[in-house]
């Protein structure tokens, strides 16, 4: 895309003029007598449409406004090189990674990462959707559009007349190009060239600082007719995804793992960390055992009544002895339940051998939790202190399988509106209200945030539709801030910019 975006070809000689794709055609003394000059063309892999109908007004309103335009894009120049200085420098670092001429940055290689490549559902992995589709193609358009009105308001700023506006399709990616008067360019300045070729790398920086700024204000923005801050809203559960049958459109994510979930970031942002939490303590268990992690895990009290009816003898060789129907749970080593004894020594455990309990994780999740596995874990001190009869019992996991609570209100109006102002208590379990209930899941916690779609705002009125709304207006500018600061960057490129001649303008 970015080839064709960048066609300030019509900025080379006559020479080479004379064989281009698109011919620069001199500029004809009315506007209808240009338009009927041209030539558009029609192939196999492009297409284009060329039209000179705003010619007129673009120029009129660029001479209109020259001085402050001229400041403007002066400011632009500034930052067209600063930003080709730094591509320069990023791909130099990146060349010497690849030669091992110095270590590899994580940091510099997660944040440009996340700023070129950091769109939406790519970062996980997953394939894209059609609607996603959709968003690429508007805020391509959004992002050639503002890249090429800032090469012609630049232009038509500097007394160079336009000669054409055309858009065409490359395949399948759409883009457009505006044509200058060749005469008048070679007869300007070096520095008024250098403006009009900087001008689109400046307005894609200003459209992604504009993006940026509405993300930030759109709670704001939208305040009168949404509310946020109070959870995400389910927009949609597929009949593919693992909660299908568990949410439906309307419910309200209050909490995961009894830590507040205010919005869908923190949705996706708290399951990856559970993700990467049991990740890390599977790969330190098989160099240190079970026995070390059992202390870090996510744990219920269990009354000794029902353990004792629930217990099953397990060997390393047996792991899976519970009924379909129930879940396994293993006892939690704690200093602070020491005084309890289940029949199971130190020496069994460190041997593979341990006491396994069966249990319904409907009637488990009503109980009183323990052990340091639920939420951030911000406080340093053992939190797997039970009553005197119970234990700290803790699922077993197999790896890639993370245990997690989800808790959620209905959409009645009462569940709606309720503040959540802290966590989750630490008995709540199934609510048998209205407001909703809490359930268990158990498996790829990654794969299943983003199996739903969420938004962070709550319409206070209207039909079920409005909801859409704001997630439509916050992926668009998700969207368009990604895709106008990769073609800002591309365009940046020391290669790019030696073709178009800037570098051999500034020697002369």
Not at 232 to 246: E, H
Request: proline share 5%; charged share 15%.
């Amino acid at each position: 895309m970015e080839v064709e975006t960048r066609r300030i070809r019509r900025f080379v000689n006559q020479q080479i003029r004379s064989n281009n794709l698109l011919p620069l055609h001199a500029p004809s003394s009315s506007s209808s007598s240009s338009s009927s000059q041209l030539s558009n063309t029609i192939s196999f892999w492009y297409c284009d449409y060329k039209f000179s109908s705003f010619n007129k007004h673009l120029y009129h309103f660029g001479r209109r406004h020259a001085n402050f335009f001229r400041l403007w894009f002066s400011i632009g120049l500034g930052f067209a090189l600063s930003a080709m200085l730094a591509v320069t420098l990023i791909l130099l670092w990146e060349l010497a990674t690849a030669l091992h001429l110095c270590g590899e940055s994580n940091k510099l290689r997660s944040l440009t990462n996340a700023l070129l490549f950091g769109f939406p559902h790519l970062q996980s992995g997953l394939s894209l959707s059609l609607a996603d589709a959709g968003y690429i193609c508007i805020s391509t358009i959004i992002s050639v559009f503002v890249h090429e009105l800032g090469h012609a308001v630049a232009a038509t700023s500097e007394g160079i007349q336009i000669e054409y506006i055309a858009v065409f399709i490359a395949v399948l990616f759409p883009g457009a190009l505006v044509a200058f008067n060749y005469e008048l360019l070679q007869a300007s300045q070096h520095l008024t060239a250098l403006r009009v070729y900087s001008a689109g790398i400046w307005h894609n920086a200003v459209c992604c600082a504009a993006c940026g700024l509405a993300l930030f204000l759109l709670p704001v923005l939208l305040f009168p007719f949404y509310s946020s801050g109070h959870g995400p809203m389910v927009l949609d559960v597929p009949p593919t995804s693992p909660l299908f049958g568990y949410l439906v459109p309307g419910d309200v994510i209050q909490s995961v793992d009894n830590v507040p979930i205010r919005n869908a970031q923190e949705w996706l942002t708290l399951n990856t960390l559970t993700y990467d939490i049991q990740l890390r303590n599977v790969n330190i268990s098989q160099h240190t055992g079970d026995l070390g992690v059992l202390n870090k895990r996510k744990g219920y009290c269990v009354p000794s009544i029902v353990m004792e009816a629930s217990k099953i003898t397990n060997f390393p060789e047996n792991q899976h002895v519970c009924p379909s129907e129930l879940s396994a749970f293993v006892k939690i080593l704690c200093s602070d339940n020491i005084t309890l004894d289940d029949g199971q020594s130190e020496t069994d455990l460190s041997n593979g051998r341990w006491n396994m309990y069966c249990l319904n994780a409907k009637d488990v999740v009503k109980l009183d939790k323990c052990g340091d596995g639920w939420g951030l874990a911000t406080s340093k001190r053992s939190s797997c202190s039970c009553s005197q009869d119970e234990f700290c019992l803790a699922p077993i996991q197999e790896p890639g399988m993370v245990w997690v609570e989800i808790t959620y209100s209905s959409p009645s109006h009462e569940c709606l509106h309720e503040e959540n102002t802290g966590p989750v208590s630490k008995t709540s379990g199934p609510k048998e209200t209205n407001c909703g209930a809490t359930f268990i899941f158990v498996g790829d916690v990654i794969s299943m945030a983003y199996s739903i779609q969420l938004t962070s705002y709550l319409p206070h009125w209207g039909p079920k539709i409005v909801a859409y709304f704001p997630n439509f207006i916050e992926r668009i500018l998700i969207w368009t801030f990604h895709v106008s600061l990769a073609l800002a960057l591309l365009n940046g490129l020391p290669v790019e910019a030696k073709r178009l001649g800037v570098l051999e303008r500034k020697l002369c």
